[in-house]
């Protein structure tokens, strides 16, 4: 269901300093592209931010390998370079979960606790399919000038009119992203 007119309307207020999360990036063939992501790191971490999730929040835990999360994690520290806490993300079986933390505190990653509440309302392209989520935020990612990339199957690719909804949302949170 399509959000309302009212909800498009509504402007957030503006956060204070802020937790970011991010998107990685996902090559046409379907690979992590650590390039755009580095890129999209390097553009956060000038912002006013109080430290950058990594790996976590917008489905990443569930759409990456423990290779491909730690890889996320390390390259987020390598190109933060200290000027703000990167917290990561863990998660699935109880065992993982321990496994993952050691690796990302290993890399000198901070871990914290479990993150509340969507960022920004993009959420509300839940419930429309299964992991819609996903596909929302590599296209609000594309749409705010970062590497959002290639949407991983069996996720769908977002239709124009759902775009164009995403971007009509957006607008009153650009000068925040």
Not at 137 to 142: F, L, P, S
Request: glycine share 8%.
């Amino acid at each position: 269901m399509p959000l309302t007119a009212a909800q498009l309307r509504t402007t957030p207020r503006p956060p204070r300093r802020r937790h970011r999360v991010f998107r990685h990036a996902v090559q046409k063939n379907l690979a992590l592209d650590l390039a755009g992501l580095r890129r999209n790191i390097r553009q956060l971490a000038g912002q006013q931010v109080c430290a950058i999730v990594a790996g976590a929040g917008t489905g990443e835990l569930h759409s990456l390998s423990t290779d491909e999360h730690l890889a996320v994690v390390k390259a987020t520290i390598e190109e933060v370079k200290g000027r703000v806490p990167v917290l990561a993300g863990v998660g699935f079986s109880p065992q993982t979960a321990v496994d993952m933390a050691r690796a990302c505190t290993a890399a000198d990653a901070e871990l914290a606790g479990i993150m509340r509440g969507p960022v920004i309302p993009l959420y509300a392209f839940r419930g429309r399919k299964k992991g819609c989520e996903v596909s929302v935020m590599k296209t609000m990612v594309d749409l705010t000038g970062q590497v959002g990339g290639f949407v991983r199957p069996p996720l769908n690719v977002l239709r124009a009119d759902e775009v164009k909804e995403i971007r009509a949302l957006l607008k009153p949170w650009r000068k925040w992203l």
